[in-house]
């Protein structure tokens, strides 16, 4: 005899024999994209403009990559690696044909809270001379990589729980005003990060509740100590970025190859501070060394997971939403889909396996997928291209970038902020359309502002819900439908009186809880306003002294009345195709409104009826009709009507 543990494994491994390779290959499809697109690729049409695209998008991987990696509080080395590995993994599993997945303002300032926080600032820059480190680093600035990397293993590990749990199908509650209050916000709060290098300014990592507020008042209180020559550079590199970056987007459609400014101003500054000598002269931050070469593979350390968990989850969602939202509008403007469940998987394995490779968080950015917009990119053999050439530069260029000074690289990032600082425009949309979504986008801005970008996130949700909870009872859920076609098809005299008792209500909404009361209020108004019921039932209802259940069991009302009732009953019938679901309180309505009709002597019948309503209804409570009660469409139903009525006025005839 089999014991529990042996059945329990014969069940398991037949399991295993019935998968079949037919299931497997179906399996790796839909959670491998690549396999899907790389067989049809048409490489004589996409291969020249998905190379110009990725050339393009290489310098702006390589720029943002060396910024954010010091928006991060990281050597900025690990800002190339962040612009390769991340790529690569996405274009595997994502399914965004122009999403440019690799460093991202939004999760690089998220991550620098913790590493600030677990390894705080002991120098101003990057040029220390203590190589005791992997990469000819020194021990500070492992230990900060280790405490980005771990941020970005466990957010990873984070995205991908929640895409075993299927939670890519709520994102419906990321609503368009909570992600640009909450994109704008956090690009906010990225540029007031940037402001000492923009003012060269020597300033203590502040965060926490209120911290932007902070940095500005430290700012003014240090007025003086304002670096004169790092604020002109500045100045200068913002002006130079902003003219050149909207006459490309004026002549892009005559221009097929844009003008890369990013990577020509980090050359001409890096030249001038190399020959003026600005780092000594001037005190000028630079980048300094630049380790050439990647990394081998080594695991996050494990030991600091608990302490980052608040900003592994803020890198997670904050990194999801931002991308999400740029693959869904790529997906809806060259029309293909994207599984928002799928996206989970992807971001997820670009975190936690870039981590072994000493990467900060990783997501989509608005500036790289607009590149790609207009430079014409096909597929993600854009963003595989940029890879090549991102390598180029790891092994051999990278070092030559020792004299970029910080506040260009600042620059460089507060103008590619350029686009999400731009939803302000929003506001005058939102207020013409809906004051609630302008006041939410308003309130999910100054909580961003005055927390952080996980928080504001949060909030907004958290509103949408209350919204939603509020509105939804209020909404119409019943609508009187249009008889003139149901009369057309039935012409005959007699047959026409008779569809005078017959009204057919459409269900517009869902029934639960939420609305389920809505729901049974709206139905007796229109019950009582059109007069479904005859003038004999309303005779009866009098007679009952205006109660809600008719009692003619008690003989309180005359048996004449209610024989005459009887025989000329009233239809409602319920169409039930927009019901698309529904829970035990919408059910427990439904039954209660057939009751209630029917001690009225109205007969109530469902049409386009789901099977799973069907079978809660019969489970749930006691359909004693000895009529159907379901059917499949609104003529079937007023067919089943007719043939009840003429078998009626038959049996009358006979009887008489």
Known sequence: MMTGAKRKRSTVWRKIQAVRSEDIKVWCMRRLPILKWVPVYNWKENLVPDTVSGMMLAIQQVTQGLAFAVLSSVHPVFGLYGSFFPVIIYAIFGMGRHVATGTFALTSLISANAVERLVPSVRTNFTANNNSGILGLSEFEMQRIGVAAAVSFLGGIIQVAMFMLQLG?????????????????????????????????????????????????????????????????????????????????????????????????????????????????????????????????????????????????????????????????????????????????????????????????????????????????????????????????????????????????????????????????????????????????????????????????????????????????????????????????????????????????????????????KFHTDLLKIIQKDGISSQVCDTVNKCEQNTFLCPFSNGSCHGELVQSCHSERSVLILDCSGLNFFDYTGVSVLLQIYMDCKNRYIDVLLAHCKASLIKAMQYDGNLDSENPVFFESISSAIDAIHIHRNYSKFSEQSEV
Request: with cysteine; aromatic share 12%.
């Open 169 to 517: 199908s709520a994102t419906f509650l990321l609503t368009e005003p909570v992600i640009s209050a909450m994109t704008t916000g956090a690009a906010t709060h990225v540029v007031t990060s940037q402001v000492k290098y923009l003012l060269g300014m020597k300033m203590p990592y502040m965060s926490g509740p209120l911290a932007f507020f902070h940095i500005y008042a430290y700012v003014f209180e240090n007025i003086r100590s304002v670096q004169l020559e790092a604020l002109l550079l500045s100045l200068l590199s913002i002006v130079v970025l902003v003219l050149v970056k909207e006459l490309n987007e004026k002549f892009h459609r005559n221009i097929k190859v844009v003008l890369p400014i990013d990577l020509l101003l980090i050359i001409t500054t890096s030249i001038a501070c190399y020959y003026a000598d600005m780092e000594y002269i001037y005190g000028i931050e630079v980048v300094g060394n630049i380790p050439k070469g990647l990394p081998s593979p080594k695991a996050p350390p494990m030991s600091v997971l608990p302490e980052v968990v608040t900003e592994a989850f803020g890198v997670a969602l904050v990194g999801y939403v931002a991308s999400l939202a740029l693959a869904q509008g790529s997906a809806k403007r060259f029309k293909y889909t994207v599984d928002d469940n799928q996206e989970f998987l992807a971001h997820g394995l670009s975190n936690v396996i870039p981590s072994f490779f000493f990467c900060i968080p990783s997501a989509a950015a608005m500036g790289r997928t607009a590149l790609l917009y207009s430079t014409g990119a096909k597929t993600q053999v854009a963003c595989l291209t940029s890879c090549v050439l991102i390598l180029v530069v790891i092994y051999t260029i990278g070092p030559l970038l020792y004299w970029l000074p910080m506040c260009v690289l600042a620059s460089i990032i507060v103008v590619g902020l350029k686009g999400m600082l731009m939803q302000f425009r929003d506001l005058k949309k939102y207020w013409n359309v809906d004051k609630i979504d302008w006041s939410i986008w308003v309130s999910t801005y100054v909580f961003t502002i005055c927390f952080a970008a996980n928080v504001g996130l949060l909030y907004g949700v958290l509103c949408t819900i209350v919204i939603v909870i509020f509105r939804f009872p209020r909404a119409k859920t019943l609508n009187l439908k249009n008889m003139k076609e149901v009369e057309y098809k039935y012409k005959a005299e007699d047959n026409c009186e008779s569809l005078k008792q017959v009204k057919i209500l459409s269900v517009n909404s869902p029934l639960v809880f939420l609305n389920a009361r």
